[in-house]
């Protein structure tokens, strides 16, 4: 029988206790540089920006976000695969990197992305022996497959994602180990997944992605994850209860309502009871940081605002005709949904383990769900 709809409370003590969880995983300096920096390859938005953004509220908003944010860069996956480079290696490093990276490498002093860099650079110049002490390689997706970043400092894939990840699922009581089964739903060409799969060697990574290039390339160079190409639309063919974790970065933050719905049911009969999934959306701060950006589709987050306040929800369609590099989809595009809109619709077969608004980038809230 299905469960009465309960109304979402922002006082409930799960997700208080959320909050007070934060306090673990904050680092309050050097996120926005990280990812300004590590984003210079990225597709550039386009367009002008129209003038009304509030950027006092961004302003706050960034504060915010940077103070909860999950990717702190120094969890135990960063901080273990980043400690088995030696002085020597370093050393070799310096040496290869050209001035730009240097200007990078130094801005990083005293911030944990620096021995991030010492890992990804490293890979990237082929100093001997990073590549065997950390599991990670330097296979790079060429500029026409689908990446999050294309440049020498993304090489090897995205330990900070990977970390955080790591981290949410051991909170979450599902801790990834050996013979544990994880999907990386919406994957392109496996940044994350390739990170996860080189830390815990004795776990099954399964990666899924519409975008056929990029999981064509993935199945070609990152043979430690077993990747495949998905549906715009369930099912995919794994069996029941097949899974006891799975994650998806920047996935249903794009799905429109119903497709989105759908997935997470899907989710639901891939995930064994007491899995988990970890997950973003769009949010209300969303809003005030990609108008702050000044993003082309300024004046369509007006009216994503609007919605949010009157039904929670807000979907719009900026890929077109060409779709999300190549992927055409009238449903999939900008979703914006409020935690109130979501619980509701997906309480009989999750519980909430964890909601971080706001946490990746100052830009998407994050969630953790178990499956009941
Ligand atoms: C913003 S990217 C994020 C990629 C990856 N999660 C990461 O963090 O590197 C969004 C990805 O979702 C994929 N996508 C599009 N439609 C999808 C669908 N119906 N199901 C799963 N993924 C989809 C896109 O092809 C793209 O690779």
């Known amino acids: 029988m299905a469960r009465p709809q309960l109304p979402f409370r922002t006082d409930h003590p799960k997700l208080m206790q959320a909050r007070e969880r934060l306090a673990d995983v904050v680092y309050p300096g050097g996120l926005q540089s990280y990812f300004r920096l590590y984003q210079q390859g990225r597709r550039a938005d386009g367009g002008v920006a129209e003038p009304g953004a509030d950027l006092e509220l961004a302003a706050v908003a960034q504060r915010t976000a940077a103070a909860s944010s999950v990717l702190t860069l120094d969890g135990p996956l960063v901080r ?29 002093a005293g911030t944990p992305y620096q021995p991030i860099l010492a890992v990804t650079f490293g890979l990237f110049h082929d100093v001997p022996g990073i590549a065997e002490a950390t599991g ?24 900070g994602y990977a970390d955080a990840v790591d981290q949410l699922l051991t909170k979450a009581g599902v801790p ?22 080189a830390y815990h060697p004795g776990a099954t990574f399964h990666g899924c992605d519409p975008n056929g290039p990029a999981i ?43 497709p989105g719905l759908l997935w997470l049911a899907e989710m639901a009969r891939l995930i064994r009871s007491g899995g988990a999934i970890v997950f973003s959306t769009h949010g209300f701060q969303s809003i005030a ?15 994503a605002a609007d919605d949010m306040y009157t039904s929670g929800f807000s979907f719009f369609n900026p ?24 619980m509701p619709r997906i309480q ?25």
């Open 80 to 108: 273990d695969l980043t400690g088995r480079i030696t002085d020597e290696q370093r050393a070799e490093l310096l040496e290869r990197l050209t001035p730009d990276q240097r200007g990078l490498w130094d801005s990083a």
């Open 136 to 159: 990670l390689h330097k296979a790079m997706p060429p500029a026409d497959v689908h990446a999050m970043a294309h440049v020498a400092q993304a090489t090897g894939g995205d330990l």
């Open 176 to 197: 990834i180990g050996d013979g544990t089964r994880v999907l990386d739903f919406g994957c392109s060409s496996g940044r994350v997944a390739r990170v996860l799969a």
């Open 216 to 258: 064509a390339w993935a199945q070609e160079h990152l043979p430690e994850v077993s990747f495949f190409q998905s549906p715009q639309r369930p099912p995919v063919d794994l069996p029941d209860g097949s899974l006891d974790a799975a994650y998806a970065i920047s996935i249903w933050s794009h799905f429109n309502a119903e």
């Open 289 to 303: 940081t990609r108008a702050a950006r000044g993003e082309s589709w300024s004046g369509a987050l007006v009216q």
């Open 319 to 342: 890929f077109g005709e060409d779709g999300d590099w190549g992927v055409v989809d009238a449903d999939w595009g900008m979703a914006f949904l409020t935690p109130e809109w979501l």
């Open 348 to 372: 009989d077969e999750w519980f909430v383990d964890a909601f971080h608004p706001a946490a990746l980038e100052g830009d998407q809230d994050l969630w953790v769900l178990r499956r009941r």
